[in-house]
């Protein structure tokens, strides 16, 4: 009888240590499934471009530039988001030595060499993708949409072997190679990581490769590079409180 009671007694408490037990794992279900809708932060890195060129002239030419920029992100669901970069990014070359065969007399022909041949073509590229992203703290990420470039600088120059720097229009003329156009455009694709260290901040890492898909000077030059940047990124606004949201 003694038991019996003693298990009324214990009754109460052993129901609300386990209610609680149940709140708390229901409370950590919940924070679980909330997100932020918007993302906002800075990137920078480097981008190895590797242009591709239909005339051999232009061939194995591969120059590592800088980028960085803006990120903007907008988030459907903790999983599926829209992600865009707003970059300064160079996607010029350099060729060290440059032999053109160039006819300097009625005689014959002689052979030309150029050193440091320096082509400078920044762009405001802005890649833009679906960005889908596995994980909880730690998150794999896949991207891939397209990318739009609006060139902002477009120099070039080089050195005769004695050291003449040679302007834009002098090399263009020697080289034979025309300005590049205003616009590109092309693919975009790539993985990264995110890694969320505060409730509202995550270092992120990107590898993208962009493919143009537009011939962009006379010579059939294609931009074609590897980007890999660094970011940090700020949660705004609300939490969201479900994971789909219904009409």
């Known amino acids: 009888m003694k038991k019996v009671l003693l298990l009324l007694l214990m009754f109460p408490f052993i129901s609300f240590a386990q209610t609680e037990e149940t709140f708390e794992v229901d409370d950590e279900n919940k924070s679980n499934k909330y997100w932020y809708k918007w993302d906002i932060g800075i990137n920078g890195g480097v981008n190895i471009n590797n242009p591709i060129s239909e005339n051999n002239t232009f061939s194995d030419l591969n120059y590592m530039g800088n980028l960085y920029g803006l990120t903007l992100i907008y ?133 993208l490769y962009e493919k143009g898909m537009k011939i962009i000077n006379n010579d059939g030059y294609k931009n074609n590079s590897i980007d890999f940047d660094f970011g940090i990124n700020c949660r705004i606004g609300k939490k969201e409180k479900k994971l789909f949201k219904s009409k």
């Open 75 to 207: 988030h459907f669901n903790r999983f599926i988001a829209f992600k865009a970069d707003l970059d300064i990014e160079n996607k010029g070359w350099i060729i060290e030595n440059f032999e053109l065969p160039h006819d300097v007399n009625s005689t014959g022909g002689s052979v030309l060499n150029l050193e440091n041949v320096t082509q400078v073509l920044d762009y405001f590229d802005i890649p833009a993708f679906i960005h889908l992203g596995f994980g909880k703290k730690l998150k794999l990420d896949i991207n891939i949409g397209p990318y739009f470039g609006f060139k902002i600088k477009d120099e070039i120059y080089s050195y005769e072997p004695d050291g003449t720097q040679l302007s834009s229009s002098q090399t263009r003329g020697i080289i034979g190679i025309s300005e590049f156009e205003n616009f590109d455009y092309g693919l975009v694709y790539g993985v990264g990581l995110d890694y969320q260290f505060h409730e509202r901040f995550s270092f992120g890492f990107d590898a």
